[in-house]
């Protein structure tokens, strides 16, 4: 792997289940356990998964024409079986709109395979959970 590949961000304790994720860039969100109206880590994933696909479909759409609409929901079921906790039936939903006329007409024909083509090939946030890519964990010496 090289120096162009890697992705980092830092996760901080900021007080009781409360939490600041920081990227290699100097952004920053907070997040925490679920009091509150803040996100849960299960929820930064589900916006990750949403994330990463709109913004494939938006760069490919958009060239054609700017919609007038544009949501996507991400869903799923978090469970507790034997296996521990995970997320379980994730659905991505997009619902999208555009002008009338010839671009929007255009844009409006290729949403279906701008989706497919992110879910098959481009989001690499979906990819690598489709993947089930292993996670490592370590206890760094204090």
């Given at each position: 792997m090289s120096e162009d590949s890697l992705r980092l961000v830092t996760v901080e304790r900021t007080g009781t289940g409360l939490f600041t994720a920081t990227n290699a860039r100097g952004g920053t969100i907070a997040f925490g356990t679920g009091d509150g109206t803040g996100f849960t880590p299960v929820e930064l994933l589900l916006a990750a998964i949403g994330g990463c696909t709109a913004a494939d479909v938006d760069v490919s759409?958009?060239?054609?024409?700017?919609?007038?609409?544009?949501?996507?929901?991400?869903?799923?079921?978090?469970?507790?079986?034997?296996?521990?906790?995970?997320?379980?039936?994730?659905?991505?939903?997009?619902?999208?709109?555009?002008?009338?006329?010839?671009?929007?007409?255009?844009?409006?024909?290729?949403?279906?395979?701008?989706?497919a083509v992110s879910h098959d090939r481009l989001c690499t946030v979906s990819r690598t959970v489709e993947a089930g890519t292993p996670v490592t964990v370590s206890v760094e010496d204090v």
């Open positions: 759409t958009s060239r054609h024409a700017e919609p007038t609409g544009f949501t996507v929901t991400v869903s799923g079921h978090k469970v507790s079986d034997e296996d521990g906790n995970r997320m379980a039936d994730l659905a991505v939903a997009f619902s999208v709109t555009f002008p009338e006329g010839a671009a929007g007409d255009r844009a409006r024909t290729i949403l279906p395979r701008a989706v």
